[in-house]
C-alpha cells in the first residue's frame, strides 16, 4: 500500500523524495522512507545529520523543516545545505501557503509543531480531532470537522515540572521522570513523580472533556497522543473511554503530507536560500 513516503516530486527536471526534520527543544527527528532518527543536541548531532545525508541515503530530497528552536535551526540548515542534491524547505512558509489541509482562522501564532501535528494525525483519523503532544510542553489542541485549527493549551510537561522545581526550590533535587507506582507518595521522590503525573494526566483529561462537552458537543471525537512522556497519559485515556490512538511520529508525518500536497509553485518559492558562513 502507498504511503507519504513513496511520494515523488519532480521539481525543475529533477526527481526528489521527501523528508521531514522536526527541531525541537530537546531533540532533532528525521523521518524519510521507513527511517526515523532522532538526536539528542549533543557535541555530536550535526555531525549525526550530516553523515545521515550524506553517507546513507541514495536519493535526493526536499526536506521539509520545521522549528521551534530558532537557536539550532541556522546550524541545521548550514549542515544540510552542505550536502549536494537536497533542498530545504521551511515548513511554516509552505503550510501559510496552503489552508486547505488546515486553516488557522482566527487562531494567532500557533506553534509550528502543533499545528503540523494536527496535519499529521489527520493521516490517521478524520477530523474533528484531538491532538495531545506530550513533551517539553505539553500541548493539547482541537481540529474542526472543516479542518480549521481551533486553538489549544499549552502547560509544562512531566520533565519540565521536575527541572522546575528543582530550580525553584531548595530542598528538592534534580531527578529524572519515573512513572509512579502509586498515587499518593510516602517520601520526597515518590511524591514528586506522583505529583507531576497527577498534574499532567489531570490536566489532559480536563481538557479534552471540556473540548468534547463545550466545542463538540459529542465524546466521538478521535484523540490522537504523541511525544516521548506520553505513555502515562495515554494509558489515562485510554482507561476514561476516549477513543485514542498513538501516532509516534505526528509532527514529521504532518510535514511528508505537507510537501506532498503542496503546489509545485509554493514549493520552489519556500525552498531555504543559501545560509552564507
Known amino acids: 500500500m502507498a504511503t507519504l513516503c513513496d511520494t515523488k516530486i519532480e521539481l525543475n527536471g529533477v526527481e526528489y523524495g521527501i523528508a521531514g526534520i522536526d527541531v525541537g527543544n530537546s531533540r532533532v527527528k528525521i523521518h524519510h522512507d521507513d527511517v526515523f532518527l532522532s538526536f539528542p543536541y549533543d557535541k555530536e548531532w550535526k555531525k549525526n545529520v550530516q553523515h545521515h ?33 537536497h533542498l530545504v524547505i521551511n515548513a511554516h512558509s509552505l503550510l501559510m501557503r ?19 501535528g494536527a496535519i499529521g494525525a489527520m493521516t490517521k483519523a478524520q477530523p474533528p480531532i484531538i491532538t495531545v503532544d506530550c513533551g517539553t510542553a505539553v500541548t493539547v489542541n482541537l481540529v474542526s470537522a472543516d479542518h480549521f485549527f481551533l486553538g ?19 530542598a528538592i533535587p534534580e531527578s529524572k521522570y519515573v512513572p509512579p507506582t502509586n498515587n499518593m507518595g510516602v517520601n520526597t521522590m515518590q511524591c514528586l513523580m506522583a505529583g507531576v503525573t497527577s498534574s499532567v494526566i489531570g490536566g489532559v483529561l480536563r481538557t479534552v472533556r471540556a473540548y468534547m462537552a463545550d466545542e463538540l458537543k459529542s465524546k466521538d471525537v ?10 502515562q497519559v495515554l494509558e ?3 482507561a476514561e473511554g476516549f477513543r485514542t490512538e498513538f501516532h509516534q511520529h505526528m509532527v514529521t508525518d504532518g510535514i511528508l503530507a505537507l510537501l506532498s500536497e503542496a503546489q509545485l509553485v509554493d514549493l520552489q518559492d519556500s525552498i531555504i536560500a543559501k545560509i552564507l558562513n
Open 53 to 85: 545525508f550524506r553517507d546513507h541515503v541514495s536519493r535526493r530530497y526536499l526536506i521539509g523543516l520545521s522549528s521551534v528552536n530558532p537557536k539550532q535551526t541556522t546550524a541545521i540548515v548550514k549542515v544540510l545545505q552542505r550536502i549536494p542534491g
Open 98 to 116: 496552503n489552508d486547505q489541509l488546515l486553516s488557522l482562522g482566527k487562531v494567532e501564532n500557533a506553534g509550528i509543531d502543533r499545528m503540523l
Open 152 to 170: 489549544g493549551v499549552i502547560f509544562a510537561g512531566l520533565s519540565t515540572q521536575l527541572f522546575g522545581l528543582a530550580k525553584q526550590t531548595a
Open 222 to 231: 478521535s484523540v490522537i497522543v504523541t511525544g516521548g512522556e506520553s505513555q
Open 236 to 238: 489515562a485515556l485510554k
